[in-house]
């Protein structure tokens, strides 16, 4: 299995719902990432997961709660969310983890097809 | 502050010929550099990397080149067929900075045939 998945590929909800994403990978990889896409605008990092510990949070508002349950899978649970939070969400992995300050000796970053998310 | 600059939006060839995609950086602490292609409504797909210690990888049709003391990268396609018709983007991070990819704005490719 070499790839990431992520469920649901499409997702359209009000402002009061309570909905989550999923990505899974099957690859070993020890880090795993979720972005934010708007059109025509390069993907940008939202949360980091390495070794199934949050190493970087960009910063993200609190109705974006991110949780890693084990290795394989990394969900992104969402509330209260804005329409201008409307947007493809990704998820990545990659083999390397960071751990103590020690870095990873490569980064390609693998991504799976996204979440198109629909606020109303 | 765009630390990593794709400044033309698109670029047209014709099938069979090169492609040449460039990229600048502004941040002289990143050491490793990645491109990937994406088609609309699907997630990026990693194409080639290169660390700050080499000057040129090269995987099949693609190759990447780094200059560091310009700041700048660049992925040619030779030769280029229609299905690489799609947005590149070049990435850059840090290594010990805990796997942050910087994103360009993306090159938009048209090859026709």
């Known amino acids: 299995d070499t790839e990431v998945t992520q469920t649901p590929k499409h997702l359209v909800m009000g402002m009061t719902n309570k909905k989550s994403l999923k990505c899974e990978q099957h690859?070993?990889?020890?880090?795993m990432y979720w972005y934010k896409q708007k059109a025509k605008k390069p993907p940008e990092l939202m949360f980091v997961?390495?070794?199934?510990?949050?190493?970087i949070n960009e910063s993200v508002p609190s109705r974006f709660s991110p949780e890693c349950p084990n290795s394989s899978l990394l969900n992104l649970h969402l509330h209260a969310l804005q329409p201008e939070d409307s947007a493809l969400y990704l998820c990545?992995?990659?083999?390397?983890?960071?751990?103590?300050?020690?870095?990873?000796?490569?980064?390609?970053?693998?991504f799976g097809p996204g979440t198109r998310l629909t606020v109303l | 502050d765009q630390q990593v600059k794709q400044n033309s939006p698109s670029l047209s060839v014709q099938e069979g010929r090169i492609s040449i995609l460039n990229c600048d950086y502004t941040?002289?602490?990143?050491?490793?550099f990645l491109w990937y292609k994406k088609y609309p409504a699907e997630g990026p797909t990693f194409l080639i990397s290169?660390?700050?210690?080499?000057d040129k990888n090269e995987d099949g049709r693609f190759t990447v080149f780094l200059n560091k003391s310009a700041k700048h990268l660049s992925l040619h396609i030779v030769p280029s067929q229609p299905g690489d018709s799609a947005v590149y983007f070049c990435?850059?991070?840090?290594?010990?900075?805990?796997?942050?990819?910087?994103f360009g704005q993306g090159t938009e490719l048209s090859v026709k045939p």
């Open positions: 941040n002289s602490m990143f050491d490793y």
């Open positions: 690859m070993g990889h020890r880090a």
């Open positions: 990435a850059a991070s840090v290594l010990n900075q805990g796997g942050k990819l910087i």
């Open positions: 290169i660390s700050s210690i080499k």
């Open positions: 990545a992995s990659s083999p390397g983890g960071w751990t103590s300050g020690r870095s990873a000796i490569y980064n390609e970053q693998f």
């Open positions: 997961y390495s070794y199934e510990k949050l190493s």
